[in-house]
């Protein structure tokens, strides 16, 4: 199956590292042009686009607080004149925070909502007027399953993700007639080599009926579906990709 991803310019956040740099490298190998961003993490992004460059495809690397509107709104600037018009935003960029809602000090819930929920409308005001005027555009937007099952651990990601789910199926219906989708990537624990003690793997493992975590590849598939025209008719939706660990219906 041809992706056909050649020349589409393509932003992956949160890709200096972790499932995002796999994700930017995949769309890469497929013959996307690739708009890097990070946050902080530098040296990381300075190391991938190496990697993404060795694919012969084009390369920019933006730096931006997803949380702040005129930092994403710049590096639609630089990713403008570097690549022309960003075909597909994948956002990948997260801030999460695991404990207890009691655990939270007053207002310390505030960062992980302006990343996780305004970050993501921050993207789609910016880069998707561009999208319209041009008839075509991806919007992938990848959280937590907690988004849809809550986690009491994960009260306030999960709660800010949960808004974008709604926002993003609200969103497709204004967009889909300029041929614009918005989708929802919902993950189960992904095994990036974190090192869980055996106990608690073996608990894991339990709740999920494919029998293992999911791998980094897992999540690789149904991006790269999602930004081919292969998902065309495909928007407002949220897919879990979580080895069955909920299955709602
Ligand atoms: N790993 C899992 O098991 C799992 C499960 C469910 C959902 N997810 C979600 O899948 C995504 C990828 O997971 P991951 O574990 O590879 O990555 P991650 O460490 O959770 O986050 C990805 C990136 O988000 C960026 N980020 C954080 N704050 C930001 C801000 N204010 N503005 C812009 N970017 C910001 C960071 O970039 P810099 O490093 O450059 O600062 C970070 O590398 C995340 O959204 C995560 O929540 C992961």
């Given at each position: 199956?041809?992706?056909n991803l050649?020349?589409?310019?393509?932003?992956?956040?949160?890709?200096?590292?972790?499932?995002?740099k796999?994700i930017?490298?995949?769309?890469a190998?497929?013959?996307?042009?690739?708009?890097?961003h990070?946050?902080?993490?530098?040296?990381?992004?300075?190391?991938?686009?190496?990697?993404?460059?060795k694919?012969g495809?084009?390369?920019?690397?933006?730096q931006?607080?997803?949380s702040?509107?005129?930092?994403?709104?710049?590096?639609?600037v630089?990713?403008?004149?570097?690549?022309?018009?960003?075909?597909g935003?994948?956002?990948?960029?997260?801030?999460?925070?695991?404990?207890?809602f009691?655990?939270?000090?007053?207002?310390?819930?505030?960062?992980?909502?302006?990343?996780c929920f305004?970050g993501?409308?921050?993207?789609?005001?910016?880069?998707?007027?561009?999208?319209?005027?041009?008839?075509?555009?991806?919007?992938?937007?990848?959280?937590?399953?907690?988004?849809?099952?809550?986690?009491?651990?994960?009260?306030?990601?999960?709660?800010?993700?949960?808004g974008?789910?709604?926002?993003?199926?609200?969103?497709?219906q204004?967009?889909?007639?300029?041929?614009?989708?918005?989708?929802?990537?919902?993950l189960?624990?992904?095994?990036?080599?974190?090192s869980?003690?055996t106990?608690?793997l073996?608990?894991?493992?339990?709740?999920?009926p494919?029998g293992?975590?999911?791998k980094?590849?897992?999540?690789?598939?149904?991006?790269?579906f999602?930004?081919?025209?292969?998902s065309?008719?495909?928007?407002?939706?949220?897919?879990?990709?979580?080895?069955?660990?909920?299955?709602?219906?």
């Amino acid at each position: 199956m041809d992706l056909n991803l050649k020349g589409k310019n393509v932003l992956i956040t949160g890709a200096a590292k972790g499932i995002g740099k796999e994700i930017a490298l995949a769309a890469a190998r497929a013959g996307a042009n690739i708009a890097l961003h990070y946050h902080e993490s530098q040296k990381e992004a300075a190391e991938t686009a190496e990697n993404i460059k060795k694919c012969g495809v084009k390369l920019v690397l933006v730096q931006a607080d997803l949380s702040r509107l005129e930092e994403v709104q710049e590096m639609k600037v630089v990713t403008k004149r570097e690549l022309g018009i960003i075909d597909g935003v994948i956002n990948n960029a997260g801030w999460t925070q695991f404990k207890s809602f009691f655990k939270y000090e007053p207002g310390e819930w505030k960062k992980e909502m302006e990343v996780c929920f305004y970050g993501v409308l921050h993207l789609a005001h910016t880069f998707m007027p561009d999208m319209m005027d041009n008839n075509q555009g991806k919007f992938i937007n990848i959280v937590g399953d907690s988004a849809r099952t809550g986690d009491k651990n994960l009260i306030i990601s999960g709660a800010a993700r949960s808004g974008t789910i709604s926002f993003l199926k609200s969103l497709s219906q204004e967009v889909g007639k300029s041929h614009v989708q918005c989708n929802t990537i919902s993950l189960g624990l992904i095994d990036q080599g974190q090192s869980f003690d055996t106990v608690m793997l073996e608990k894991l493992i339990k709740q999920y009926p494919m029998g293992r975590l999911g791998k980094v590849d897992d999540v690789i598939g149904i991006t790269l579906f999602l930004l081919s025209n292969w998902s065309d008719w495909i928007t407002g939706q949220v897919i879990p990709v979580n080895g069955g660990h909920s299955m709602i219906g």
